[in-house]
């Protein structure tokens, strides 16, 4: 029989969420051994309770009142295995700061992960949207996760394709939503170092103070350039991109370019279009533009911040009108990256 969990009523998640919105939790708890886990899987069976795994909060938009049980992950540890070809696979538990293993990783020569330093969250939330940044995005040194099923407490694996990543997208965002609980993940990294330095602000970076291309160089100057670009939450409530990036099909990109060929754009392989969401926004004259407490960052077009602490609600109000202003300046559709939640 598992210990009974030691649950809080009426929490206050302010400081929980890096949107400092004011939430309210039915219950919360912490977990930081898979005993206490299950124990808190029974608790939400029995009671019938939703649960909302969280991590740092670093991707939510909460609304005033969460129903069930908010799980806070503080599983922790991490364990190496040396493989053949200089190849190291690294189990990390779910509630290990993500760019603290970054750093320990680069640290210890594991490379493959240096581009996705200073990401905000947890290593048991990154496979969710399969977390990128300067040209790398997780799946590409992704093995497996492990993770247990809400509904009847089983533990169950999912390699790298199982997970079906896409661009900030796994299907644990939709068809699997609400279903399991990740309780590890495994990267498959090497000793190898492949420094990946050709993302422009990165590349500027480098070239600025003549590094040479190393996994450490690259590890430094994308702390420095997101240091430098990106707001810290901890300062300006924020949950970094609001909106993903627009990919459209190649002819209604074409469309568009048509009549606005300055737009910034890149053609994938596939031959869609990726636009810069940034750069619509801040086309239609939404970047620094704060009201109520709630605004567009004043550097940066793309990061909705809530200094005043509103609401889930009043954050999301001021995403529609500026999601609105696009759709009608260019007949591009926003989609919000955070999750919303409750849906
Ligand atoms: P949370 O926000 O706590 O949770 C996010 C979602 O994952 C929720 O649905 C939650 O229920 C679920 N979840 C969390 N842990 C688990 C678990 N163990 N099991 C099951 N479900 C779970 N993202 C990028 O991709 N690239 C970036 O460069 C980037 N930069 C950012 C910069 C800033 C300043 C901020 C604030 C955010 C940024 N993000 C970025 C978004 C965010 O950091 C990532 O999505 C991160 O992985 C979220 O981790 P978290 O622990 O905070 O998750
Ligand atoms: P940036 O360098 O100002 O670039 C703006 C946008 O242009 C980015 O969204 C990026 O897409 C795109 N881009 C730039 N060069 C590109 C190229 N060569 N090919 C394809 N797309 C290109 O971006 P930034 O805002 O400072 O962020 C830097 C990196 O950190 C980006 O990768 C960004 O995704 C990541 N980041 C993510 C979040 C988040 O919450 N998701 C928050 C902060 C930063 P991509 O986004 O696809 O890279």
Redesign the pocket.
């Known amino acids: 029989m598992s210990p009974t969990p030691k649950i809080r009523e009426n929490h206050c998640l302010v400081q929980a969420n890096?949107l400092a919105v004011p939430a309210i939790a039915e219950a919360w708890t912490q977990v930081e051994d898979l005993d206490a886990l299950h124990s808190c899987l029974d608790l939400v069976r029995r009671r019938q309770w939703p649960l909302?795994?969280?991590?740092?909060?670093?991707?939510?938009v909460l609304a005033d009142r969460i129903p069930g049980l908010v799980m806070h992950?503080a599983l922790s540890g991490r364990q190496v295995e040396e493989r053949p070809h200089d190849c190291v696979r690294v189990r990390v538990a779910?509630g290990e700061n993500?760019h603290e293993l970054v750093s320990w990783c680069v640290e210890r020569g594991y490379y493959g992960i240096e581009n996705l330093a200073l990401?905000?969250?947890?290593a048991?939330?990154?496979p969710?949207?399969n977390?990128?940044?300067y040209g790398v995005e997780l799946e590409e040194c992704f093995h497996s996760l492990e993770?247990v099923e809400i509904a009847t407490g089983e533990t169950c694996h999912f390699s790298r394709a199982e997970c079906g990543f896409r661009y900030?997208y796994s299907r644990?965002k939709d068809e699997l939503a609400n279903r399991?609980?990740?309780?590890k993940i495994c990267l498959e990294l090497s000793r190898q170092p492949a420094p990946r330095a050709d993302y422009p602000s990165l590349a500027s970076c480098m070239q600025a103070q003549d590094l040479a291309q190393t996994p450490e160089n690259v590890f430094a100057a994308v702390c420095q350039v997101r240091r430098d670009r990106?707001?810290?939450?901890a300062a300006i409530p924020?949950?970094?991109?609001f909106f993903q990036n627009p990919i459209l099909d190649a002819a209604p990109a074409q469309a568009v370019l048509a009549r606005y060929p300055q737009l910034a754009h890149w053609v994938l392989d596939d031959g869609r279009v990726k636009f810069a969401a940034a750069a619509l926004i801040e086309a239609q004259g939404w970047k620094g533009r704060l009201r109520k407490g709630v605004g567009v960052h004043e550097r940066h077009a793309l990061v909705l911040v809530n200094p005043g602490h509103e609401s889930g609600a009043a954050v999301l109000a001021f995403a529609r009108e500026i999601q609105q202003s696009v759709q009608q300046a260019y007949g591009i559709d926003l989609q919000i990256e955070p999750?919303c939640?409750p849906d």
């Open positions: 890096c909302l795994p969280m991590g740092s909060g670093s991707n939510l992950m779910a993500w990401i905000p969250g947890t048991g939330a990154a969710m949207q977390i990128g940044a993770a900030r644990f399991f609980v990740i309780t990106i707001p810290d939450p924020n949950v970094g991109s999750r939640y």
